[in-house]
Structures are given as structure tokens and as C-alpha cells.
């Protein structure tokens, strides 16, 4: 049998998840093998996917990354104005920076949204499990810390709602985002500064980029109050956003040119006392799931 050089979504989906899951790499290496994965192609496959901003804090690495010099702004995705009015909530713009585009937001979620989404993925990573897409079995992996979680597009009114509300709020199509992802962080869990888009150079992200191309913008949601630190830095600029129940901090980093701006480098830094609960949307040039030749 010809060993397998294409990634399926399904197969791109479960690295994800099992690496936000804090399963090993090599296991998910070794698993893709036995599934009769070309052993370079899955390396870099799940290194593709280790590079981009999947991975749990732990495993996050910096990494030298040369880019497109001379990002040119263009005119932002995000309404301009102080108010955006979506379908069922006011959400008000309270800080922006225009170099990189960047944009601190209040009330993107109610206060009992905050509480559901942590009881849901709570709940979710609980009964975690790894499930192999091709045999559909299910198997619980020992090294495993549960870190993250993610909500398919529109899984259920609850999460549909969120989507839409969210899509409006970065004013991109909600077919073009990825599933929510949600991150827990206790004490000393941080994320290093990194990009939310994949760099060209890493071998991993033509594999990434096969669904959706390159993402655009990013949000990240806060969940709770955090007691002291995990705020969300910008160590290029100089800025910190400190976490507040249901606000939310909104970036931008690819133009119409497929430019990346390296100046939204950002990252978490560490709790140092409570614990941190967020949830991510990353948007993509196109409809997420459209594979491209
Ligand atoms: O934890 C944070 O504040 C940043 C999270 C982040 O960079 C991401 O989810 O891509
Ligand atoms: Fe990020």
C-alpha cells in the first residue's frame, strides 16, 4: 500500500486536538505511521501544526521567522466607531492601535456566556479521549494534561450564536473561522510570544494552509477575572491587555497582498496567582475546510 502524502481535514482536525490535549508528538507521529502516514510527511505535519498556535503553553516554542518587509496597513477589517452593534449584543470598542491593528473590546460576551463556555470545555476535557478518525476508536492517552479544547463551527444554539456574534463583531464571514478554542491556564501556565499566522518559511505551514489559506485576524476572549498576571503582552509595541470577564483584545496581521505583520507578535504571561480561561477565534483568507490545489 502507498503510504499517505495528503493530510485529510479530519486528520488535521485530530492533531489539534490531541496536541492541545498535551498528548506527545511522537505518539501522534507514531499513530499517523501505523495509519499508514508517510513517517516524513506525518512529522511534518505535527510539526506544522506544533508551530502554529494549537499547541498547549508547555510546548510553545519562539522561533527566528523572517518576513515580507514593509507591511502595508490597509483600511481595518474592524468597524470603525466606538459601538459595534450585532444581532443581539453591543459591544464597544474601548482601545485601539492602528500599527499593528489591534483593538481592546468590552462586553463580546455576557457574563453568564463566560461561565457556560468554562463549564462546557470543563466538562469536555473531562472526558477527553483520543479518537482514531479511521477506526473511530477511542483511546485515553496516559501523558496527557488537558489544556484546551475546541467547538466545532456551529455546534450546537449555543455555540452558533457565539460564532455568528463573533464573526459580526471581526466582520469576517463566520465560514472562514476555525472552531473556538478554548485555553486553561493555572498558575505559571503562560504562552510564549509567537504569531498567529503560519510562517512561510516553516515547513508545516503549507500543510496548514491547505484549509482556508492564511489566517487574518484573531480574537481572544477572556473568561474570568485573573487574580494576578496572564496578561496578554505585545512585546514588540510594548503592550499588555489585562484580562477582564467577557472583553476581549482583536488583531490584525494579514493584508489583501499577503503580507504578515510580525509586529502582532503576542503571547500570555504567566499567571501568578488564580487561574486563566480564554477562548480563541482565528479567521482565514477563506471559507475554513476549503482545501486549495
Ligand atoms: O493567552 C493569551 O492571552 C494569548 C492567547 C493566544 O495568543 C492565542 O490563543 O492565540
Ligand atoms: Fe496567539
Redesign the pocket.
Known amino acids: 500500500m502507498n503510504a499517505m502524502t495528503q493530510l485529510p481535514p479530519e486528520w488535521h482536525n485530530w492533531i489539534q486536538e490531541n496536541l492541545a490535549r498535551g498528548c506527545a508528538p511522537q505518539s501522534l507521529i507514531d499513530d499517523m505511521v501505523r495509519n499508514h502516514f508517510d513517517p516524513v510527511f506525518a512529522r511534518a505535519a505535527v510539526n506544522g501544526v506544533m508551530s502554529g498556535?494549537f499547541t498547549t503553553p508547555a510546548q510553545t516554542q519562539t522561533k527566528p521567522v523572517s518576513h515580507t518587509a514593509g507591511y502595508v496597513y490597509e483600511k481595518p477589517r474592524l468597524h470603525a466607531g466606538n459601538l459595534i452593534r450585532t444581532f443581539d449584543r453591543d459591544v464597544r470598542i474601548v482601545t485601539r492601535v492602528n500599527r499593528p491593528m489591534i483593538a481592546v473590546l468590552d462586553g463580546v460576551l455576557s457574563d453568564e456566556e463566560c461561565d457556560e463556555m468554562i463549564r462546557r470545555s470543563a466538562d469536555k476535557m473531562r472526558r477527553s479521549t483520543t479518537v482514531d478518525p479511521i477506526t473511530g476508536k477511542h483511546e485515553v492517552i496516559a501523558d496527557r494534561s488537558s489544556e484546551g479544547t475546541f467547538f466545532a463551527l456551529n455546534a450546537d444554539p449555543f455555540i452558533t450564536r457565539l460564532d455568528r456574534r463573533i464573526s459580526e463583531v471581526m466582520n469576517w464571514p463566520v465560514d472562514h473561522g476555525e472552531g473556538l478554542?478554548i485555553?486553561h491556564?493555572g498558575v505559571g501556565g503562560e504562552?510564549k510570544p509567537?504569531f498567529?499566522y503560519f510562517p512561510p518559511e516553516d515547513p508545516g505551514s503549507q500543510v496548514q494552509m491547505t484549509i482556508g489559506g492564511q489566517r487574518v485576524s484573531?480574537m481572544?476572549m477572556y473568561l474570568n477575572e485573573v487574580e494576578e498576571g496572564?496578561?496578554?503582552i505585545f512585546p514588540e509595541i510594548g503592550l499588555e491587555?489585562v484580562?477582564k470577564k467577557g472583553s476581549a483584545?482583536y488583531f490584525e496581521y494579514t493584508n489583501s497582498h499577503n503580507q504578515l505583520d510580525k509586529l502582532t507578535l503576542?503571547?500570555?504571561s504567566p499567571v501568578t496567582r488564580g487561574e486563566?480561561w480564554?477562548v480563541?477565534k482565528?479567521m482565514r483568507q477563506r471559507r475554513y475546510g476549503e482545501a486549495v490545489a
Open positions: 498556535p478554542q485555553l491556564y504562552y509567537h498567529d484573531t481572544v496572564g496578561t496578554t491587555v484580562p483584545v503576542h503571547g500570555g486563566k480564554i480563541t482565528w
